[in-house]
């Protein structure tokens, strides 16, 4: 994706914001933050996150975090830092669950989709452990953790969609 093409097509549909998320970083940030404003667009920054639990062992799940404020911000370049100084594994930056508990300030969470930890849960049928998992971002994030919704063909997303829909439904 180019980014100026990006600004200027959200600008001619006459969206108001647009938000760009880079895998564990902020690469493309400075030029997607310029050709937004440029166009009459709010920028909105984010990141692409692999979460691990404590154990550190276990498959990964996936998060997205996007800023909020300032404070966001700040917080989204902490995490991202202690990914790759503290949280890397066979070279890959990872965040453990339990950092967003002095990170989740300023920022929004996207539950990863199917590819996060209750879209993982709810696939294997798990719909107790999705439910936890759901209890313990609100928590955090409060009104500012939204579940995915994403129809792309891909395996398992339909039985996905429908249980996260009747989880937020509950």
């Known amino acids: 994706m180019r980014i100026k093409p990006l600004a200027k097509a959200v600008a001619e549909q006459g969206?108001?914001?647009?938000?760009?998320?880079?895998?564990?970083?902020?690469?493309?940030?400075?030029?997607f933050y310029k050709a937004a404003q440029a166009a009459g667009v709010k920028p909105i920054l984010?990141?692409?996150?692999?979460?691990?639990?404590?154990s550190g062992e276990g498959s990964p799940t996936e998060l997205v975090l996007l800023v909020k404020n300032q404070l966001g911000y700040a917080h989204l370049t902490k995490?991202?830092?202690?990914?790759?100084?503290q949280g890397q594994r066979q070279g890959v930056p990872y965040i453990r669950k339990s950092w967003l508990a002095d990170y989740s300030d300023g920022l929004i969470a996207l539950s990863g989709g199917r590819g996060g930890d209750i879209g993982v849960a709810l696939v294997s049928g798990?719909?107790?452990?999705a439910a936890a998992a759901l209890e313990g971002y609100m928590q955090l994030f409060g009104d500012r953790f939204y579940l995915e919704?994403?129809?792309?063909?891909?395996?398992?997303?339909?039985?996905?969609?429908h249980a996260v829909v009747e989880l937020a439904s509950q």
């Open 15 to 31: 969206m108001p914001a647009v938000a760009l998320t880079d895998f564990n970083n902020f690469f493309a940030a400075v030029k």
């Open 46 to 54: 984010g990141a692409d996150f692999l979460v691990l639990d404590e």
């Open 79 to 85: 995490l991202i830092s202690r990914a790759y100084q």
């Open 126 to 129: 798990r719909q107790a452990d």
């Open 149 to 161: 919704l994403q129809r792309t063909g891909r395996p398992d997303e339909e039985d996905y969609l």
